[in-house]
């Protein structure tokens, strides 16, 4: 982990944490190939997230798809090669956060100009 994703956990918090997970875990597949038993991603930092729950989560978005053959692995799907490209769960949880704050500005922005306005007379 690089010091940008470790300001980017520490700024965003648990909801950061969580969307660099899912986002590591999907950029292992982004070649494309099926992949068997990939290393557990949390690991590293011993908490009690698990590797199950964010498989479950990447399959019910669409992201990744079970290997039929098998049963056991994953392979990524277009949808889940979009979603990196587009900034994946992290460029999400930014994308909701930037719009809240714009969304504060806007309201912070009119009420000043109303006061302004009311002041005039």
Same mark, same amino acid.
């Given at each position: 982990?690089?010091?940008?994703?470790?300001? =980017?956990?520490?700024? /965003?918090?648990?909801?950061?944490?969580?969307?660099? $997970?899912?986002?590591?875990?999907?950029? +292992? =597949?982004?070649?494309?190939? !099926?992949?068997?038993?990939? !290393?557990?991603?949390?690991?590293?930092?011993?908490?009690?997230?698990? #590797?199950?729950?964010?498989?479950?989560?990447?399959?019910?978005?669409?992201?990744?798809?079970?290997?039929?053959?098998?049963?056991?692995?994953?392979? @990524?799907?277009?949808?889940?090669?979009?979603?990196?490209?587009?900034?994946? $769960?992290?460029? #999400?949880?930014?994308?909701? #956060?930037?719009?809240?704050?714009?969304? /504060?500005?806007? @309201?912070?922005?009119?009420?000043?100009?109303? /006061? +302004?306005?009311?002041?005039?007379?």
């Amino acid at each position: 982990m690089n010091i940008k994703e470790t300001l =980017f956990i520490k700024f /965003w918090g648990d909801k950061g944490l969580e969307a660099y $997970y899912l986002d590591s875990y999907l950029s +292992a =597949f982004y070649n494309g190939y !099926p992949k068997e038993n990939i !290393p557990c991603i949390t690991e590293e930092f011993g908490l009690a997230y698990t #590797q199950a729950r964010i498989e479950d989560k990447l399959v019910k978005d669409g992201y990744l798809r079970m290997l039929k053959s098998s049963g056991i692995g994953f392979v @990524i799907t277009s949808e889940g090669k979009l979603h990196l490209n587009n900034g994946g $769960y992290k460029g #999400q949880l930014i994308d909701k #956060q930037l719009s809240r704050l714009s969304l /504060w500005i806007g @309201i912070f922005a009119f009420i000043i100009s109303v /006061w +302004a306005f009311i002041r005039t007379f």
